[in-house]
């Protein structure tokens, strides 16, 4: 009797640089990075709201910095391409308020070191966050988010590189890619939606034609095979966008900006939050050490769930999850975890040099994913031979 194959269709969607609550992200993360810069012990919790020609930037911040917040903002908006007046939001032309006040004592205390109940530097704030990878893709990312990601990323760049030959493009857009899954591997889309915000004059069939090209570029040729349905601007029109066609708030996007649905998440967002917050930065470790076992070859598929309480320096927990492809067991798995990284927050710091980025910054993390791109930290896979080593006692039993 032959195999039944399981299939499933799987979809992910990304959002752009120039999407509503991308622009807030960007701004919050740009202000934690000029906060970094003079005072790597900032503490910052920043929250950004972008609508029609306004930006309200807000949150709890302790700095030595000296932070322009509103140069910061309108940068970011002019980089982004918010730059034609008249459209109902612009670099140059919207109101900017700013709301901040220093971070509160209690929660201080518990997360610098020497102060506190523990003395240790503490996590920042109690919850639990999770960190995925699989062998699917080069990047060991999840198909699906990866593939949406790279759309609306290639775009951009098409739009910002070549402005004359792609005038019509403004910057706001949304991509979704769904992919056929047999026996839990991609082998092909089956479709592709873009919804991209464009000048009055734009020609329905130029953009269409510019984003098959653009997926023909940016995804494998193998998962194109047979064709796949393509949906570009389904209402038709979309000219007004960005903060002026729907208010933009700080991390709304958890799901865009992790892995696309796959895995579990803990709830917590990342742009705006220095690295004392494990939402953020245990969420990167998690990355860091679900992309290593894969790696290292002891899993097809890992996700790695950690919890914390606040002011406490030790996770409360650690799990990790094969789906059946591990060459030990989960717990076994667990325990080497425990043995090769040092999950405190203070080790967290030291290991991936989040006060301090080199060759990254913040902001770069705030569109196109967290994850699955070259040149953060966290997507390193440098203790493969750490836990190959670990292992050994482990694979010896299974």
């Given amino acids: 009797m032959s195999k039944i194959r399981a299939e499933h269709v799987f979809t992910s969607e990304s959002v752009s640089e120039g999407h509503p609550d991308k622009v807030a992200d960007q701004i919050s993360d740009a202000i934690l990075d000029a906060c970094l810069a003079g005072d790597p012990q900032s503490r910052v919790a920043c929250e950004t709201l972008c609508t029609t020609d306004l930006i309200v930037i807000s949150g709890e911040i302790t700095t030595k910095s000296s ?38 004592p209690d929660i201080s205390q518990g997360v610098t070191e020497g102060q506190g109940l523990h003395k240790e530097q503490g996590a920042g704030d109690q919850g639990m966050m999770f960190g ?43 991509s979704q890619v769904s992919m056929l899954y047999r026996d839990g591997k991609p082998v092909k889309v089956e479709t592709v939606v873009v919804s991209h915000q464009h000048a009055p004059d734009m020609k329905k069939d130029e953009l269409e034609k510019l984003v098959r090209s653009v997926v023909k570029e940016v995804i494998p040729a193998r998962f194109l095979k047979g064709g796949y349905a393509c949906h570009v601007n389904p209402t038709g029109r979309v000219v007004i966008g960005g903060p002026s066609g729907d208010t933009g708030l700080t991390g709304r996007k958890i799901i865009v900006d992790t892995y696309g649905g796959v895995g579990s998440h803990g709830g917590g967002a990342f742009s705006g939050k220095d690295p004392t917050k494990v ?41 990790a999850t094969t789906y059946g492809t591990g060459r030990v067991s989960d717990g076994d798995l667990a325990k080497i975890i425990r043995s090769v990284f040092d999950m405190t927050p203070a080790g967290i710091l030291k290991t991936l040099k989040l006060r301090t980025p080199k060759g990254w910054s913040y902001r770069d993390t705030a569109a196109y994913g967290h994850f699955g ?26």
């Fill in 373 to 398: 791109r070259t040149g953060f930290p966290w997507e390193k896979t440098d203790k493969v031979k750490a836990l190959q080593t670990a292992a050994k006692p482990f694979l010896k039993k299974a």
């Fill in 279 to 319: 939402d953020r930065s245990a969420a990167y470790m998690c990355r860091y050490i679900a992309k290593n076992v894969v790696a290292a070859g002891l899993a097809e598929k890992c996700e790695i769930q950690v919890s914390y309480g606040i002011g406490m320096a030790e996770p409360l927990s650690v799990n």
């Fill in 132 to 174: 995925y990878a699989s062998n699917e893709t080069p990047e060991m990312m999840p198909a699906t988010i990866l593939y949406a990601h790279r759309i609306v990323e290639a775009l951009a760049k098409r739009r910002k590189s070549m402005p004359k030959k792609y005038a019509f493009l403004r910057p706001d857009s949304k």
């Fill in 67 to 104: 932070v322009n917040w509103e140069g910061i903002a309108r940068s970011v908006v002019r980089d982004i391409g918010y730059t034609e007046p008249g459209l109902g939001f612009s670099a140059d032309d919207c109101k900017i308020f700013v709301c901040i006040h220093a971070q509160s």
